[in-house]
Every structure is written in C-alpha cells, then in structure tokens.
C-alpha cells in the first residue's frame, strides 16, 4: 500500500526556497556564460524583440557598408588612373613645348616620344578597372553605391571617356611635327585635356567625399545600433558575478536550515521512542 509522505512545514519552506535559489543560480551562470540578461523570448519578449531589431538593422547597414567600401575603392582607381593618364599628358606638353625650337632628328625623336606617351593613355584608361568596373574608359559603365535598405539612397557614378577627341584628347591618330601649325593643334588638344582631366579628377574626389561620408555615417549608425541593443540585454558580469557569490552562500545557508529542519523533526520522532 502507497504511503504518503508529508514534509513539515518547515521543512516544506526550506526545500521551496532551496530551489528558488537553484534557479536564480542556473539563471546567474547562463548570463555569465552568454553575457546577455535577456538571451531568449522567454526572458523578456519585448526586450527580447526590440533588441534583435536593433542589431537586424546594423546587420543590414553593415552589408550596406561593405558595399560603400568597395565604392570607394573603384572610384580612387578611377581618380588614379587620371592622375595617371594627367601625368603623361604632361609629359606630352613638356616635349611640345621642345618641339618648338627643335629641328632635324632632335625634332623627329620628340615626335616620335610624343606618340609613344599618347598611345600609353588609351593603355592607362582601360587598366583603370576595379571588380570589373571602369569609370573612364569609356565603356558606359555606370557605378551605383546603395547607403540603406531605402532603395532611393544610393549615389550613381556615370563612366567617362578619356580617350576620345570629345574629351579634348586625341589620340585616335599619330601626331605630325613636321610644320608647326601640327605642334600648335596637338598644343591645343594638351590644354584642351588638360582641362578635361582636371574636371573629372574633381568630379571623382567629390564622389569618394560623398562615400566617405556615407562611411563614416554607416559605421556611427552601425555602432549605435549595436550600443542601443547591448543596454537592453547585455548583462552586468561584476553585478552578475557578485549576485552568484550571493546566491551559492544563500544556497549553502538553505542547505544548512533544511538540515536544521530535518533534525527538529528527527528530535521530535525520539520523543515516541
């Protein structure tokens, strides 16, 4: 036959908050653990929720971010190869200027330097690519940077053509400084791509400001996000670790007043022997 067995009161208490305080205690250790106060719905929904919003969204800019990064980095190979082509331009004009008071095989030995420099520009123009995209080469490319989920932030990067006479330089044919009214027309084209290069040089460093900018905005977004979500359910690890010391002596305290409580009971059980 079943025998039931019924606790003391006292004995009842002491088991109850015994197990209360195993369960503050598991609760302590998985925080120290985690380092989360609120790790699960079931802790706390809203908190819970509201939380992963925050950190979904700087998730999601980080993506964002990523890309404005890459961005960056195509348009300063874009700016570079400018530089780059300006410089032989440069060059171009300095042999020029020679070519003026040049006569003879001096003069031929300009021309022919002059021609080797302008057939390096198309070369620098169609080197000046990064992940596939070149923005000044001509090929109608067209750089697009996203900023957010919002599909309308974004910044377009249309491509330039710096090797065509619409540019101001040409260097679709051999130049001739036999007669110097060649010299003055290739002069011209000089100052003509001079102009040019400097206007889509500054186009360019106005977009990787305009990037950059969005960079550094991302990164804030990005951390303040991650900030907001950490004060709602990160936990406190010295508050933590001091409420487990607290916790472990309130558990051996328990322990010892149970034993307490079983041997009141144990006393009274001599008294019918």
């Known amino acids: 036959m079943a025998v039931d067995l019924n606790l003391s009161a006292a004995v009842r208490?002491?088991?109850?908050?015994?197990?209360?305080?195993?369960?503050?205690?598991?609760?302590?250790?998985?925080?120290?653990?985690?380092?989360?106060?609120?790790?699960?719905?079931?802790?706390?929904?809203?908190?819970?929720?509201?939380?992963?919003?925050?950190?979904?969204?700087?998730?999601?800019?980080?993506?964002?971010?990523?890309?404005?990064?890459?961005?960056?980095?195509?348009?300063?190979?874009a700016l570079e190869g400018i530089e780059a082509i300006d410089s032989l331009v440069q060059q171009m004009k300095g042999l020029l200027i020679s070519a003026r008071t040049a006569t003879g095989t001096e003069l031929t030995s300009l021309e022919a330097q002059y021609n080797t420099l302008r057939s390096q520009v198309d070369f620098l123009a169609r080197d000046a690519n990064y992940q596939g995209i070149n923005l000044v080469n001509g090929t109608g490319q067209a750089l697009t940077v996203s900023f957010s989920t919002d599909t309308s932030s974004f910044l377009s990067i249309a491509s330039v053509d710096l090797r065509v006479a619409t540019t101001g330089l040409d260097v679709t044919s051999a130049a001739n400084f036999s007669a110097a009214s060649s010299i003055d027309t290739a002069a011209a084209e000089i100052e003509a791509a001079i102009g040019t290069l400097r206007g889509q040089a500054q186009t360019l460093a106005s977009n990787i400001a305009i990037l950059q900018t969005r960079l550094d905005f991302n990164t804030i977004f990005v951390n303040l996000h991650?900030?907001?979500?950490?004060?709602?359910?990160?936990a406190d690890l010295t508050e933590e670790g001091a409420s487990l010391v607290a916790l472990q002596t309130r558990q051996s305290l328990g322990i010892n007043s149970l034993a307490i409580a079983g041997q009141s009971e144990q006393s009274i059980l001599q008294l019918f022997r």
Do not use: H, M, W, Y
């Open 13 to 77: 208490e002491n088991l109850l908050a015994l197990k209360s305080t195993e369960a503050l205690i598991a609760r302590t250790q998985n925080r120290l653990s985690t380092g989360l106060k609120v790790a699960s719905p079931t802790d706390d929904p809203r908190v819970f929720f509201e939380a992963k919003a925050l950190t979904d969204n700087a998730r999601d800019i980080e993506e964002k971010k990523e890309g404005v990064d890459q961005g960056i980095n195509s348009v300063k190979t």
């Open 226 to 234: 991650e900030e907001g979500a950490g004060k709602l359910n990160l």
